[in-house]
């Protein structure tokens, strides 16, 4: 009898290392599969955070020009406008009033604009320091990404406004 409970006992302890061998086995893989999803997401989040500032970089430098544009459009304009106005003096304090104001609204889109360009800085590094730490979950990556393109989304809309009412 003891030695039957003997022998249930090893092949139980057999069964249990058995066990906890598989389980170790599956962990190792488990981790593997967690290590390669981690730096897929972490090459991904870099290429990601790249072309966000791709994008940024580039829609400043076309509300740049496009203000440029509208900012030596609207100087002719006034040009135009102040010799006229030289003819007609009353008019003159109406035209420079506007100047002042065009001048205002361009001042502020330069301001929304290094804002906006501070704040995409901001946000990169952010990013980046996240991907640096290998934190980031794919859940989380998702969540950013589509943060990113809704503020450049939004960014663009507003500045597009901006724009238009310059118009």
């Known amino acids: 009898m003891r030695e039957q409970i003997q022998l249930q006992a090893a092949a139980e302890d057999s069964l249990v290392g058995n066990l906890k061998t598989e389980i170790m086995s599956s962990h190792g893989e488990e981790i593997r599969s967690v290590q390669e999803l981690l730096s897929r997401s972490t090459s991904e989040l870099a290429r990601n955070i790249h072309e966000v500032s791709v994008a940024v970089e580039s829609t400043s430098n076309s509300l740049r020009t496009e203000i440029r544009r509208e900012v030596e459009r609207i100087r002719s304009e006034l040009d135009a406008e102040r010799s006229q106005s030289e003819q007609h003096s009353g008019l003159l304090g109406v035209v420079e009033a506007r100047g002042a104001a065009v001048q205002h609204r361009m001042d502020d889109i330069e301001q929304k604009l290094e804002d906006m360009k501070r704040d995409s800085l901001a946000h990169t590094t952010l990013l ?25 989304r939004s960014r663009q809309a507003a500045d597009s406004r901006e724009t238009a009412a310059l118009r």
């Open 128 to 152: 980046q320091t996240q991907l640096d730490s290998g934190v980031n979950t794919e859940r989380e990556k998702a969540i950013f990404n589509r943060l990113e393109a809704a503020e450049v």
